[in-house]
C-alpha cells in the first residue's frame, strides 16, 4: 500500500522559500511518476509540478516555473518541492500524488494514491 506524508508547510514571507517534501513508503518507486498539486478553497486541485522517478523527466505549471523546482531522493524515497520568490497566490494546500507509470497527467483525477496535504501560506 503506498503512502504519501507531506512536511514542510507553514508562514512565510512574499519572497521568501519554503521545501516542502513527501515521504514515499509502499514502492518501489522507480516505476512512478510523482506529482505535486495545490488547492484553495472553492477550487479544483491544480497542477503545480511533476517527476518522473525512473528519467528525471519533470514539467512544471506555467504560474510556478523558474521558481518552483521539484526533485527526488532515492535513498530516502522522498519527492521535494523547493519554491522560492513566493507569491501571495501561492497560498494553499499543497498535496503530492503518486501513480505507477512514467506518463505525467496534469488532471488530479488521474492520480490513485495521495498524502493528506500541508498549508502554505504567503502573506504580503
Known amino acids: 500500500q503506498v503512502q504519501l506524508v507531506e512536511s514542510g508547510g507553514g508562514l512565510v514571507q512574499a519572497g521568501g522559500s519554503l521545501r516542502l517534501s513527501c515521504a514515499a513508503s509502499?514502492?518501489?518507486?522507480?516505476?512512478?511518476?510523482m506529482v505535486w498539486f495545490r488547492q484553495v478553497p472553492g477550487k479544483e486541485r491544480e497542477f503545480v509540478a511533476a517527476i518522473v522517478w525512473s528519467s528525471d523527466n519533470t514539467k512544471y505549471a506555467d504560474s510556478v516555473m523558474g521558481r518552483f523546482t521539484i526533485s527526488r531522493d532515492n535513498a530516502k524515497s522522498t519527492v521535494y518541492l523547493q519554491m522560492t520568490s513566493l507569491k501571495p497566490e501561492d497560498t494553499a494546500v499543497y498535496y503530492c500524488?503518486?501513480?505507477?507509470?512514467?506518463?505525467?497527467?496534469?488532471?488530479?483525477?488521474?492520480?490513485?494514491?495521495w498524502g493528506q496535504g500541508t498549508q502554505v501560506t504567503v502573506s504580503s
Open positions: 509502499g514502492g518501489p518507486f522507480s516505476r512512478y511518476t
Open positions: 500524488a503518486a501513480e505507477c507509470g512514467d506518463s505525467i497527467y496534469y488532471r488530479s483525477t488521474e492520480y490513485d494514491y
